[in-house]
């Protein structure tokens, strides 16, 4: 069996796990390439009918390439669609200006998510993060619980032996599942040439500049890169030494911010 | 190059230079970020002191001011031969159930010796987890050279510890090479400061290890949920080992009977044939509904049995004893249990069988027990179908202890 099968099918194993043991599953999808190659997984995991909602959290900062993108495949796909917004607080103004960083990530993306699985109930979220993006993504489980207030015990994580996952909860916990954790950037791009995935314009280079991970517009700075092609983003990454989340600025503020972020329920 | 990538464990007892060595590695084979590196940089104290490596893996807050390793993390890295998933495990008895979780993941091992402290207590445990879990390729690598002037006499005699030690487990370690993590000797350049030392680079040793093949063996097929598509139901599943034939008559276990595969499906493919081990699939089959837990079999029989043998390695912070609920979890099979005898434990930091017809076992201890299942399951010995073979105790939901079928 060739790498990227050998991926992909692990993918599809932990999806269909997930659905298995909780049933009440929604997975996230933030447009983005490695979200949309999970959602990719889950269509062929279930002989391309998702059988449970596709959460997208809206900050009302996107991109307004992703506004486009999100409900014409949403149709195209079938999907059952959810958009999760924190009204109040987008009401209010709070932004990335506005206060500091991680409050705004906490309030628009950690707590609009939060009241989304209060409300649906959903006692899994499937998730696209992969172990290569971030030192402390690097450390996360396949099924990941979280206490009712969000939080993740880093440093008491169930064992996790073979494909055996912990998987029973409290009334209040849900689990976060991870099925391309085990996937890189440059796995996941030649995925996306494989399978000829649709991928939104904001990572093919225009006027010298092209994004290499896409969230809420303020907070991401595009790359210097001629890459237009996913052939040449490829080309492109096989080069390049620059890591990956370098345009971002929740990776920034201090070594610790994204640790900080995710311990309270961040993705 | 090769397609799978190949998955490695780094193991050893605390501080002995498991995440400065995966650091190392990194930076050495041009696999570090820049920026990554300077965070690092920046993170080990600023400006003149010396880069702490260890951070590249230790990224935790925690980890970092305590210096040790908390949590397992995978890293990735590419050699011309092929795809690597570099697996730095803790060293601290305390987060055992960590190295396990790692160690359950890899088919190769680099195990590290500290020249100065020679084999120690976790050097023996980790060894015995991963002969228990089958993991026969192992290096090891005596470390912090730099520390006694890159003698060979000291290196000559901690050599003769780590092979009787590793003897002691059943492993049969293929290297033992002398580096400094810290200083890059013989971690992917070989060093002028070693040149005595005549056998592979750490990079050399990783490119000589194979993945674990694919052998012929019969089908196994657990069901792991059914899907009612448009009417047809259709089962789901993983195929363990062997290969799936559509057309072909397959037994269903526990029960025993016979059906026969009528199609063999999987979303934007049609007119599937066969489906090969590793393969995510649905199928259907002519006759009866299915549940999740059975298994699907062709030829060799499995052993069907409401009792195994088993060697466990009890993870869990509590102690078992004989009271304690337990629920038995090996593939998509699920039966509650009770373990009904030790017929011995012990401790693998040193080996020394403890107590034969025990009646607890502690905390990062090893057993082989006879497990009572309430009900029949399908199993393999491991040696034979390890995917079959291998198992999880939980206790109220939590998993304590990992299970290899003997
Ligand atoms: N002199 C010298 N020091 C080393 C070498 N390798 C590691 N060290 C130091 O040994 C200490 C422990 O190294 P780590 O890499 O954190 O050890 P570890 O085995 O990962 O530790 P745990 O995961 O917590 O068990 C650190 O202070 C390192 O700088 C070496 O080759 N020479």
């Known amino acids: 069996m060739d790498h990227l099968t050998a991926l992909e099918n692990k993918s599809i194993f932990i999806i269909r796990e997930a659905y298995y043991r909780f049933r009440n599953i929604a997975v996230l999808w933030s447009i983005g390439k490695d979200s949309t190659t ?6 062929k995991a279930f002989f391309g009918k998702i059988p449970f909602p596709v959460l997208h959290i809206d900050t009302g900062y996107k991109f307004p390439e992703i506004y486009r993108y999100r409900d014409r495949y949403a149709k195209e796909w079938g999907l059952d669609l959810i958009v999760a917004r924190n009204e109040e607080k987008i009401r209010s103004g709070m932004g990335p200006d506005k206060g500091s960083k991680l409050e705004c990530c906490t309030e628009l993306k950690t707590n609009a998510l939060k009241a989304a699985i209060a409300r649906h109930g959903f006692k899994a979220i499937l998730l696209g993060i992969r172990r290569d993006e971030h030192g402390i993504r690097a450390k996360e489980r396949v099924f990941s619980p979280r206490d009712g207030d969000f939080k993740w015990n880093y440093e008491d994580q169930p064992a996790e032996l073979w494909d055996n ?53 303020p907070c991401c700075s595009p790359i210097e890169s001629r890459a237009r092609t996913v052939d040449e983003i490829i080309e492109e990454l096989t080069t390049t030494k620059t890591s990956e989340r370098a345009g971002r600025a929740q990776d920034k503020e201090d070594a610790y911010t994204m640790q900080k972020l995710r311990s309270l329920g961040y993705m | ?29 041009g696999s570090l970020a820049p920026e990554k590196y300077e965070e690092i940089k920046a993170a080990s104290g600023g400006e003149g002191g010396s880069v702490e490596f260890a951070y590249v893996m230790d990224h935790l807050e925690e980890e970092r001011k305590r210096g040790i390793t908390i949590d397992v993390a995978h890293t ?40 100065t402290q020679g084999v120690r207590e976790q050097t023996r445990r980790h060894c015995c987890i991963l002969g228990l879990l089958g993991i026969d390729q192992v290096a090891v690598l005596v470390n912090k050279m730099d520390v006694v002037n890159y003698s060979e006499e000291a ?20 290297y033992i090479i002398p580096v400094s993590a810290i200083k890059g000797d013989n971690v992917a350049d070989r060093s002028p400061n070693l040149g005595w030392f005549k056998g592979p680079t750490v990079l050399e040793a990783l490119d000589s290890f194979s993945s674990l093949g694919m052998e012929d063996k019969a089908l196994r097929f657990p069901v792991q949920d059914i899907y009612d598509m448009d009417g047809t139901s259709v089962i789901v599943g993983r195929v363990e080992s062997g290969s799936m034939h559509r057309g072909a008559e397959v037994c269903v276990f526990p029960e025993g009977r016979t059906a026969r595969i009528r199609e063999i499906r999987k979303f934007m493919a049609d007119d599937i044939e066969e489906a090969a081990t590793g393969e995510c699939i649905g199928v259907c089959i002519e006759d009866g509904a299915l549940r999740r837990g059975q298994v699907l079999t062709d030829g060799a029989t499995p052993t069907r049995s409401g009792s195994i043998r088993a060697n466990v390695f009890w993870m869990a912070g509590r102690a078992w004893h004989p009271e304690m609920e337990l629920v038995w979890k090996g593939t998509t099979q699920e039966a509650r249990a009770r373990i009904e005898r030790i017929l011995k434990r012990f401790d693998p930091a040193s080996i020394e069988v403890i107590e034969k017809d025990a009646e607890e076992i502690l905390p990062a201890e090893v057993a082989e027990v006879e497990i009572r299942l309430e009900k029949e399951v ?15 105790l939980e206790h109220l939901g939590e998993p304590v202890a990992g299970g290899i079928i003997i």
């Open chain 1, 38 to 43: 999970l959602l990719w997984h889950c269509r």
């Open chain 1, 165 to 217: 996952y912990k998987s029973t909860t409290h009334e209040e916990d849900h689990y976060r599942i991870h099925p391309i954790l085990h996937m890189t950037e440059l796995d996941v791009w030649n995925y996306v040439k494989r399978e000829e995935i649709p991928i939104i314009e904001l990572y093919s280079s225009k006027e010298g500049k092209r994004y290499r991970s896409i969230g809420c517009q």
């Open chain 2, 1 to 29: 190059m090769e397609e799978r990538s190949l998955h490695i464990v780094i193991v050893g007892h605390v501080d002995h230079g498991k995440s400065t060595l995966v650091g190392r590695l990194l930076y050495d084979t």
């Open chain 2, 76 to 115: 990735f890295f590419q050699t011309a031969k092929r795809r690597y998933v570099i697996i730095d495990a803790p060293g601290h008895k305390e987060f055992l159930k960590n190295m396990i979780t790692g160690s359950s993941q890899a088919e190769a091992a680099l195990l590290l010796v500290d020249i």
């Open chain 2, 155 to 174: 290196f000559d005699s901690v050599k003769g510890d780590i092979e009787s030690a590793l003897s002691g487990v059943g492993v049969n370690p293929s």
């Open chain 2, 378 to 392: 399908v199993v393999d010995r491991f040696t034979e179908i390890p995917e079959m073979g291998r198992f999880v």
